[in-house]
């Protein structure tokens, strides 16, 4: 409601940005209404790319992950 689209136009394009981790969702039935709502979030990869730029995002996390794979793969 408060983007003003219809649910049926959101779902879509939030399904592809779950599909590739830049968003995740989780759905609460506990509104008070009638209606289960959905409450989206960046990922961390998400925010990293948001922030800065799709190919400086991925080079970050590429470092980031190589990282963690050097530490734990001892």
């Known amino acids: 409601m408060a983007l003003g689209e ?3 136009a959101l ?5 592809m940005l779950k599909d590739i981790a830049l968003i995740r969702n989780r759905r609460d039935p506990n509104t008070g209404t009638k209606e289960m709502y ?4 960046l990922t961390d990869m998400g925010r ?7 190919r400086e995002g991925v080079k970050i996390l590429a470092r980031e ?3 963690l794979e050097e530490k ?3």
């Open 65 to 67: 992950e190589s990282a």
């Open 48 to 54: 990293t790319v948001l922030t800065k730029g799709i």
């Open 11 to 15: 779902h879509y394009p939030l399904r």
């Open 72 to 74: 734990y793969s001892k």
């Open 6 to 8: 219809a649910d049926n």
């Open 38 to 41: 959905s409450y989206y979030e």
